[in-house]
């Protein structure tokens, strides 16, 4: 109650605050009696940004521009500069100051060099730098500013949240993001954002004229060609148009992140969000994907590699065209041949350099001839700088080159270069040993499949055959062994590949060299004929996300089960051991496939099952990292009262739903509860219990539930190692499920079936709201205690630390 008013009080006053901008502070403002020069800078009202001459890397220029001050990186975050063209190289001798109304840049010799030229007859201007980052000019005399100029309106090659980027109907002009040179040039570079007036989109351009990126056109909630964003907690998108223009803008849910969008030095369109702890720049989105899809992003002659280090090197016999711009990463410059080609002359001196490239680059023309024909034509001709040949039909390229990336299964072009220039291997213009030999490979290829298909025919007949006259016998679609044998396959039990609730798991290997995991039951007292009934049973069940029974042993008091081995093992070695870090696609489908394998156990199965223990170390990994399901059907085989089942499986810590102490009939929805427990731990890579043993870390869970409901950054829930590689979208697709599947009520929990459609896609999911279990908890007994709203003390506070934090505490 008390928190809720000191809310809305604190609100009230910032809104009081940001309506009129303090202009009796002097720290935020220039003014006709105070400029800046040298290392002087002016702060933002609430130190978010700062204003003042800036150098880029090593270079000795100097420009005027705004930083982050608070987030602050070293060199610092420049969101914006004035002088991108004309740079000084003495701040002590220039001078940013207000002139007739105009903000300045006056060099060393006192010439100006950069205005904001606005025709104005304000008395007295001033400028001042805003907390949103944005640097306003007005008048001095008014207590709220009416910009005649702003910073906003001319942005340089970042887009900060509250700024637009819009179409001006009246000039028919557009407000651009476009790169810098350099890393150390903030000069216009060749890569720009804007809006496509008649269509209401974006494009990324090359050079002012070649598009090479889209996102598609608004539908009012979304661009078409960004599906992302539809779940897009942290922004807020929203576009306008009127008559006088059409612009976009957005913002942030939670004004105390930091954000902004760029269009970076490479080309790429990039989000970017400021992580406090690491005091770095995470990247959030960022378009095209491939960033060997911009245009012209390695320059003429130029490849490029996406996963190099340069990303782009010049072809073999040539050279960058400015080297120390190929050294700063600017390699829009391109590349040039080592040994110029003399027009007309010395032709022998030339030959053709082979190279495999993703697509053919743009701007050909289509000439004539076969194979040896186009050789010579392209030869002959001075300007033909390549050519290739497509299902015989023969291109030629007579500019430069552009937007070659490397693949070497990739389209073949030949480029021209002086002849000294090539290495002895690739001398060879024509490529007949290279297609001789790719058939040799492929009628070799072909007749390895051959035998290889016959092999495999052949070991399936005669497995067959090793089984059916092997000592064991079937028993319907199972093996029932004989004690002595699983000995045997398992060197007597001697190398265990885990322990479980129901009994000890041990590797082993049949007679037809088949790996198989053993499994020793432990603590059945079913009679043999029961048991047999049981395991057959278990043993009709077959599904591709369940660990196949292959077969069993039942002699007096050994009771075994025979499965397949499954090569990677179960998930939380994967998980927790750090055995080897699961990629977010491979997370994905092994919830999808857990999912699809408990709903064949509770839906498809004749007899509805319940697992009771689902939990990582029962979800066993093939070699494929496909997730078949363990140990289901067991707590069947070992008694029908539940309550035996928890004593045995006590172990299991953190994945118990509620209705397992209140003592009423536990169905399905209890697994539905563990497989929410689990899919938290699989987007967190830390097991859930642990965490809450740390007080002061709030329980995953709920710091889930919590970021979903304020619309937090989604992707720093996903476990660190795998460096925000995750698709946003999915990984809030399953934050969502998760929290509904460890509802309280069980009748609010979906139904596998439900979240199989979910995860697949066809199904939406709607907001959860905050599990009412708060926390589960526990403690060194290893009993289990869960918290709810209870009004009891040391629940409460576990409450109010899980509970969303409030923003506004600080102001
Ligand atoms: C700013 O420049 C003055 C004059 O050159 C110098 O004395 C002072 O140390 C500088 N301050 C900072 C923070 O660099
Ligand atoms: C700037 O120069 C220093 C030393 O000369 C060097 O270590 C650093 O890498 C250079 N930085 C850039 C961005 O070139
Ligand atoms: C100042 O700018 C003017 C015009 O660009 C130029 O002619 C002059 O050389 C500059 N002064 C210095 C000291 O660079
Ligand atoms: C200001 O106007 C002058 C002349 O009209 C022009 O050369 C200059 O580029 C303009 N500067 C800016 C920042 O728009
Ligand atoms: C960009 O286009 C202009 C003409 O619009 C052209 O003069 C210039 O050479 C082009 N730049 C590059 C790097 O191709
Ligand atoms: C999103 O932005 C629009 C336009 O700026 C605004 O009207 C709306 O209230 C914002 N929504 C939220 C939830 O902040
Ligand atoms: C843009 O202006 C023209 C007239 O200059 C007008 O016909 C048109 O409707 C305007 N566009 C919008 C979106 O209002
Ligand atoms: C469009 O511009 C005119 C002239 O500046 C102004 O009177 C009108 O209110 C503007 N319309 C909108 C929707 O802002
Ligand atoms: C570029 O880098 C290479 C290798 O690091 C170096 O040898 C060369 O001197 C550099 N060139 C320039 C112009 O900086
Ligand atoms: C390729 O052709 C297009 C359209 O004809 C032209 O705009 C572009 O400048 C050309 N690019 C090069 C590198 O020649
Ligand atoms: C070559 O391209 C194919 C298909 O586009 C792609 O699957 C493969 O990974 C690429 N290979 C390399 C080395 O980039
Ligand atoms: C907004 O983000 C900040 C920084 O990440 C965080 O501390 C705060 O809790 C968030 N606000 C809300 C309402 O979640």
Redesign the pocket.
Known sequence: MFFTESNSLGRILVLCFSLTISLSSRGNTISANNFLSGNRTIISERDEFELGFFKAGNSSNYYIGIWYKRAASNPPTIVWVANRETPISDRFRSELKIIDGNLVLLNESKFQIWSTNVSTTLKSSVAVLLDDGNLVLGDSTSNSIEPVWQSFDHPTHTWLPGAKLAYNNRTKKSQFLTSWKSKEDPGVGLFSLELHPSSNMYVCKWNG??QYWTSGAWNGKIFELVPEMRLNYIYNFSYHMNENETYFTYSLYNSSLVSRFIMDVSGQLQQQMWSESTAEWAMFWSKPKEVCDIYGLCGAFGTCRPTEFPLCNCLTGFKPRSESDWNQTDFSGGCVRKTDLQCGRNTEKQDFLMIRVKNLP??NSVAVGSAGECHTTCLNDCFCNAYSLVDNQCSVWD??L?NLEDNDSGKIIFVKVAYKDLPLSSKDPLHHKKSISVTMGAVVGFGGVVVFVLGVILFLIFRKKRISVGKTRMVGSLVSFVYKDLQIATKNFSNKLGGGGFGSVFKGVLHDSSIVAVKKLESISQGEKQFRSEVSTIGTIQHVNLVRLRGFCAQGNNKLLVYDYMANGSLDTHLFHGKQVLNWETRYQIALGIARGLVYLHEKCRDCIIHCDIKPENILLDAEFCPKIADFGLAKLVGRDFSRVLTTIRGTRGYLAPEWLSGVAVTTKADVFSYGMMLFELVNGKRNAEQSEDSRSPFFPCLVSNVLKVGGDILSLVDSRLNREASVEEVSKICKVACWCIQDEEDRRPSMSSVEQILEGVMDVNMPPIPRTVTLFVDNTERIVFFTESPSKGSSEVYSNCSPQSTSSSS
């Open positions: 004229s070649q743009p701007n500019g430069d552009l």
